[in-house]
Every structure is written in structure tokens, then in C-alpha cells.
């Protein structure tokens, strides 16, 4: 049963990477594509860790699972900012309709 | 000697020297234990339980602890377990959400992101729970934080729409709860607790 | 099983080498350093799948460096080589 709902888990996980990826190549400027990469593939990333946790039996792997995703979530929101206002203060205009 | 006092950081000498040093120190402690609790169990999981690895640390959570909190963001992090139980659930589905949009955005054939900037005044008290929210809000639906500014945070938001200044009111309430603050009342909202 | 992670690590490998025409296209440095941030992810996903295939528990410690040194990356790369001061936007690599 875990088996199964960790393979769903995986499955939604790569299914959100590639529309990063796809965000990543269609999005016109750069604050839309940090868009498509701060949400879609840190959660992408939070399902792979949580179908393989579910593979797992030994508490501290699965806490170093939690712990991987926790680092990627910090990080992936603090380099969003940081890009953007990087991406202001260069004169980078946000694209519009 | 004299190069290892800078590896002290925490138990300074002179520092104890006088009675409102040792008094600072003191109120320093419960923080200090806090540090060392997070940190030991950081270890615990990095070292998958293992007994042996406690040999280097003990003394890595040790210095780890005694170094400055926080690598000068300002302020110290006190957070209420009620409040965590209660923003906990809102980040995840907000996340899961957000996700979803920008993936539906992505794949869809035809539409495309019509984004515009906005200013959104913080309720928030400054210090650490403004920057928080700010990284925050860079994974709920539609929204990315570009500047901090005085009075609140410039918000690239992906899809203009009506729903993104609600879910910031929310957000931002959980974030008090959080953090154990009380919201600056704002014209019109009124005290939200 | 082993099979399942295996054909998800090479699918995440094929996102990768798709992201790179973000690399190629540009058209400003930030672009090309979210594809690096896209490929730090996407990396750790990889050692996660591949620790799920081989059972290697040495894979998990090399996932989670990778998360820090993506981080790392990018900090470095707002800070340094697309720093703010527009007196040192005209070094060449900026646009």
C-alpha cells in the first residue's frame, strides 16, 4: 500500500519537474520563470523526498529526507528574491501583456 | 593566544568581566540550549543515529551553538508551537496550490502569465518575521517578493487577480501566529485577533 | 523497483538537457543561472532516485551537499558576478 502511494508520490514529483522545465522555456522574462521555479520544483522535489520516505522503514532516513527537502525549500525561496531584486536593480523591466 | 579568543564568539572574557556581562550571558542561556537541542538533532539525522558519531558531535554542535544565531539577519527567532500547528497546514496547501497553477500555466496551450507589480503593506512588525514571509511568499499561488521596502514588500504577481491580496492577509496572520506577534491594525481590516 | 527509479532518474537527466536551451537562449545572466538553480534541484533529485535504486545510504549525504552548494551558487552568483552596483555591469557577462 505505501509502495503504491510512494510510486504516485515519485510519479506527481517528476510530472512537476518537467513543467518547471517547460515553465522555464515558454515564460517570457526572467520573474516568470523564477515563478515556475520556485513553486513547481520545490514541490517537485517535497514528493520525490515523501514517495521515498514511504519506501523507507528507518526513521532517521526518512528524517534526512525531511531534512533535504527543508534545506531545498529555504534555499529555492531566498535565491527567488535574491534573483529578482538582482534582476530590478539591473533594469530588468518585468514583462507585460 | 591571542588568535583563539575569535573563536569565542559567545563566552567572551571580558565581556564577563563586569556584572551586566555575566547578566546578558545568563539571559543568553535557554537561547544557547535551544541552539545546542536543534543542532544535536540536526546531527542525530545527518549521522543516522549512530552512537560512534558522536565523538565529533559533540564538539561541532558545540562550536556550531556558540557562534553568532541567525549569520547577522538581526533578531532572534522565537516561534510558538500553537502558531506552527496553525501555519503548517495553510504553507502546505498554499504550496501544493501554487504549484499547481504555475504547472497548469506552463502546460496550457493557449494562456500565458499577464503579470504585474504591486506593493503590498507588511502588518508585520520588522525584523525577522517580515524577511520570513518575504521568502515565503515566494512559494504560495502567483506571488514573488522583489523588494523589502519601509512600509511593506513589492510582490511580482504572475496572473493579476483579486485572490492574491486575500491570501496574503491570510498568510501573513498565520506568520504572526508564528512568530507569537500581535498585527499592526491596517485602515479598514481592523484587528484581526 | 530498482527499475521504476532508475527510469525516473534518466527522465529527470532528459529535463535537464532540455532546460539547457535556457543556458543557450538567455538572453540575460539571471536566465542562465536559473537553469543552474533548475539543474541543482533536479540534481538531488537524482541521487534520491538513486539511492532508492542501490540502497547506497552515502547517496543521501551527496544529495544534501548538492542542495547547499546549489544554494551557495547563486548567492555567489548575486553577490559577485552580477552585483548590484551598475558601475561593474559593463565586465561583459552581464547581458
Redesign the interface.
Known amino acids: 500500500m505505501s ?1 503504491l502511494a510512494g ?1 504516485v508520490l ?2 506527481l ?34 514528493l ?2 515523501a514517495g ?1 520516505a514511504l ?1 523507507e522503514d ?4 526518512q ?3 525531511l ?2 527537502w527543508l ?20 533594469g ?1 523591466r ?4 | 593566544m591571542r588568535q583563539f579568543i575569535a573563536f569565542e564568539p559567545c563566552i567572551d572574557m571580558t565581556r564577563l568581566a563586569d556584572n551586566t556581562g555575566i547578566r546578558r550571558f545568563i539571559a543568553g542561556l535557554p537561547a544557547l540550549g535551544a541552539r545546542v537541542a536543534v543542532l544535536a538533532a540536526i546531527w542525530w539525522v545527518l549521522t543516522g543515529g549512530g552512537a560512534s558519531a558522536w565523538v565529533w558531535g559533540v564538539p561541532a554542535v558545540m562550536v556550531a551553538a556558540s557562534l553568532r544565531p541567525g549569520l547577522g539577519s538581526g533578531g532572534v527567532w522565537r516561534l510558538s508551537l500553537m502558531g506552527l500547528l496553525r501555519f503548517l497546514p495553510v504553507f502546505v496547501w498554499y504550496n501544493l496550490r501554487g504549484a499547481m497553477e504555475v504547472a497548469v500555466l506552463a502546460m496550457h496551450p493557449r494562456r500565458r502569465p499577464d503579470p504585474v507589480l504591486i506593493g503590498y503593506p507588511l502588518r508585520l512588525p520588522p525584523g525577522p518575521a517580515r524577511v520570513f514571509m518575504a521568502n515565503l511568499i515566494n512559494l504560495v499561488p502567483g506571488t514573488l517578493s522583489t523588494r523589502l521596502t519601509v512600509r511593506g514588500i513589492e510582490i511580482h504577481v504572475l496572473t493579476a487577480s483579486a485572490s492574491v491580496t486575500r491570501i496574503l492577509t491570510i498568510l501573513e496572520r498565520r506568520v504572526a501566529d508564528l512568530f507569537a506577534l500581535q498585527l499592526a491594525p491596517s485602515a479598514g481590516l481592523g484587528s484581526q485577533r | 523497483m530498482t527499475v521504476f527509479y532508475l527510469a525516473g532518474a534518466l527522465f529527470l537527466l532528459a529535463n535537464v538537457v532540455v532546460a539547457l536551451a535556457r543556458v543557450l537562449r538567455g538572453p540575460t545572466a539571471a536566465d542562465r543561472m536559473l537553469s543552474g538553480e533548475l539543474m541543482g534541484t533536479t540534481a538531488v533529485a537524482v541521487l534520491l532516485l538513486l539511492y532508492g535504486a542501490t540502497g547506497i545510504e552515502a547517496l543521501l549525504d551527496v544529495a544534501l551537499v548538492f542542495a547547499i552548494l546549489a544554494a551557495m551558487a547563486v548567492v555567489t552568483f548575486v553577490r559577485r558576478t552580477w552585483p548590484e552596483d551598475p558601475a561593474a555591469d559593463d565586465e561583459g557577462e552581464s547581458r
Open positions: 509502495m510510486i515519485i510519479v514529483g517528476l510530472l512537476f519537474f518537467l513543467s518547471g522545465t517547460v515553465g522555464l522555456l515558454r515564460f517570457p522574462d526572467v520573474f516568470t520563470r523564477l515563478h515556475a521555479l520556485s513553486k513547481a520544483d520545490t514541490l517537485a522535489l517535497g520525490v523526498c521515498l519506501h528507518d526513521g532517521a532516513l528524517l534526512k529526507l531534512l533535504i534545506l531545498v525549500i529555504v534555499s529555492g525561496a531566498t535565491c527567488a528574491s535574491l534573483i529578482a531584486r538582482a534582476a530590478l536593480a539591473h530588468i518585468p514583462w507585460q501583456r
